[in-house]
């Protein structure tokens, strides 16, 4: 370390001499004393590491400090560490600790089942039953009749039944864990039959293969990845078969040369061998609504007398995380007994929200009109197109400089690995800059923001906004966005574009 470093890192306040510093009180007054001295240090610690990047001649800002939950930006140089300085850096940081970690966002990404954004929102009648039923006590496994234990699978089972037309029903915590579940109670230690085409990844964790080991089942993969005929179950049905499990493929498709068998026929097999046949829907539109173009529906597949069938409470459904079995009543018996049955169960507040939502699908147009997922799912290019020229002008209301602004059409999806293939027609917004200035030409502070750059101040607007980036320009696809929240989307744009304009470079 040489003497100027040495001499600049000297000059470095003390965290003492900042927190008695009177800059700092207006902090103190809003946050406790420690978190106000943690984030000191924090900003210390960044101007140090500045300090003596600089002083070791790495090129550039520095290396980034380690500060706690958010990083502290390194200050400029030397010159900028003034106890000021010092204490603004270290109010920013107060600031974003002080920020719930799991936060709402709009999505106008234009993918409704969004999974990485929390897939369904809720139906207001689910938020509000959520509401009132975890506020206080609840009957969550007490029978008020009898005025003794109850049991908290009773509120939804039997609407769960109604609805699917299945003999009977029961939800766990989520698809992955019914599908784990339905293993293990029917098929531990033995094989299970899974058609090569059907051997799904989603999400990045739920890998059927992987479940299929953690349960304690044996994958036997029949037929191959493009053709499996009947032929190829029969053939591998031997002494240790347990079960024949048909996969919903959520989120690809095989095109081409291809061959899959009904699960008709597979039932049709199964049983004359005396094996039950599962199906996992993934998704499981209800067939009282008729905007799934194609996709399998949970009625569909329980006509077929297939034993137990099992989809996602998040996904078409438009409820809360869940995974919800139907089929057999004596198949439904043993999953509810199993030991892990227990560890897989709802929450009072998923129930509530489970509860709610399936009392709006005793009427489907009702589920249609509450529903948020389905309202989404069946907007028309006229509803999207007014959306998109409301979104439109009250961007304009708050900012017109600097960039191009236009409604265009746009192709949203409905995610959450359902009709992975449909594209559905949509309206965006449109962001573009224009033309850079050419080299030579008088710099321009508002053409030099990038598209990715008011991306990224869009995600850390007060309202995070998650939209698409293309080459030249951010789409803000309306399709799943909230009406209410128009204006709270234009002021997060508003908000974005002025630290751009602020700091073009950032
Ligand atoms: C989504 C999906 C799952 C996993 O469901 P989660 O509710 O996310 O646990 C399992 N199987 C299929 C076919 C799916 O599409």
Redesign the pocket.
């Known amino acids: 370390m040489d003497e100027e470093t040495r001499k600049a890192l000297r000059t470095l306040p003390s965290v003492e001499e900042l927190v008695s510093h009177p800059a700092a009180a207006g902090l103190l007054e809003h946050h406790p004393r420690s978190l106000v001295v943690d984030a000191v240090r924090a900003a210390l610690e960044a101007a140090r590491k500045t300090i003596m990047a600089a002083g070791a001649g790495a090129a550039g800002s520095g290396a980034p400090a380690q500060g706690g939950t958010a990083q502290a930006p390194a200050p400029a140089g030397a010159a900028a560490v003034t106890p000021e300085a010092l204490l603004t850096q270290a109010a920013g940081l107060l600031e974003s600790w002080s920020q719930p970690g799991l936060r709402r966002v709009a999505n106008l990404s234009g993918v409704i089942i969004h ?1 990485n954004l929390g897939r369904s929102p809720l139906a207001q009648r689910a938020i509000d039953r959520v509401v009132e039923v975890s506020r206080g006590y609840s009957n969550l496994e007490y029978d008020l009749e009898a005025g003794e234990r109850g049991s908290r699978e009773i509120h939804v089972d039997a609407l769960l039944a109604r609805i699917t037309g299945a003999e009977a029903a029961f939800a766990v915590n ?6 784990l579940l339905l293993l293990m109670a029917l098929a531990s230690g033995r094989e299970v039959l899974v058609s090569r085409g059907q051997l ?1 990844e ?2 990045g964790s ?1 890998r ?1 293969p992987d479940i299929m080991r953690a349960g304690g089942v044996r994958l036997v993969e029949v037929g191959t990845t493009n053709r499996t005929r009947i032929g190829d179950y029969e053939a591998a049905i031997g002494p240790d078969t347990a079960l024949l499990l048909r ?5 690809y498709r095989i095109l081409g040369f291809t061959e899959e068998v009904e699960l008709s026929d597979m039932v049709e097999l199964g049983h004359s061998r005396g094996l039950p046949v599962a199906d ?4 499981g539109a209800l067939e009282s609504l008729d905007v799934f173009h194609g996709e399998p529906s949970v009625a569909a597949s329980l006509r077929t007398g297939v034993d137990v069938v ?1 989809f ?4 078409l459904l438009g409820g809360p ?3 919800i079995l139907a089929g057999r009543k004596e198949v439904i018996g043993r999953l509810r007994k199993h030991p892990v049955a227990r560890a897989l169960r709802l929450d009072k507040m998923t129930l509530a929200a489970l509860e709610a939502t399936l009392e709006l699908y005793r009427d489907p147009e009702l589920a249609r009109r509450e529903v948020p997922t389905l309202r989404c799912l069946n907007r028309t290019p006229d509803e999207t197109a007014a959306l998109a020229a409301q979104l439109q002008a009250a961007i304009e209301r708050r900012c017109t400089d600097g960039f191009i602004l236009e409604v265009d059409e746009s192709i949203a999806r409905a995610g ?2 359902s009709m992975p293939l449909m594209e559905l027609p949509s309206h965006a917004v449109r962001i573009r800059f224009p033309e850079p200035p050419l080299p030579g030409g008088t710099p321009d502070r508002a053409s030099s923001p990038t598209v990715s750059a008011l991306d990224i101040e869009l995600r850390r607007a007060p309202l995070p906004v998650v939209a698409r980036v293309s080459q030249d320009s951010l789409h803000l696809d309306v399709m799943a966005l909230d009406e209410r929240d128009v204006e709270a989307v234009a002021e997060s744009v508003a908000w974005a574009v002025a630290r751009l304009v602020a700091a073009p470079d950032r």
């Open positions: 999974t989520n698809n992955a864990g019914a599908v799904v989603i999400g739920f059927l996969v919903h493929t959520s989120n996992d829907l993934g998704s099992c996602s409470g998040d996904k995380q869940a995974g959450g690995g």
